[in-house]
């Protein structure tokens, strides 16, 4: 059985944001009751769609004000290739 609803953390996952407006939309979730952002990453590899990488993972974490939860939804190869190192780095 689930706890008040104080107990429940929102976490917006930014893939559903306008990337066209990727600033106003993290400005919009730091001035939510969200608890954190949410980024799905996915490299067209592990899975077949591709999200977003570190440029745009770099731009939200320079503007959000709250924790970024990542789901890396990306292949052992480009993992390695890229700096595993670097996600965990950026949130």
């Known amino acids: 059985m689930m706890g008040p609803v ?13 990337f066209g407006r990727m600033y106003e ?3 919009l979730v730091n ?3 969200a608890s ?3 980024l799905d990453i996915m490299d067209g590899v592990f899975v077949p769609n ?3 990488g570190f440029p745009v ?9 709250k924790p970024m939860d ?6 052992l190869l480009t993992s390695m290739s890229k700096g ?5 780095s950026n949130g």
């Open 70 to 75: 990542a789901h890396l939804m990306i292949s």
């Open 6 to 18: 104080s107990d429940l953390m929102i976490a917006p996952s930014m893939l559903s944001a306008d």
């Open 36 to 38: 954190w952002f949410h």
């Open 57 to 65: 993972v770099e731009a939200i974490a320079s503007k959000a004000r």
């Open 84 to 88: 595993s190192q670097r996600w965990v």
């Open 50 to 52: 591709i999200s977003f």
């Open 25 to 27: 939309q993290t400005e």
């Open 31 to 33: 001035a939510s009751s």
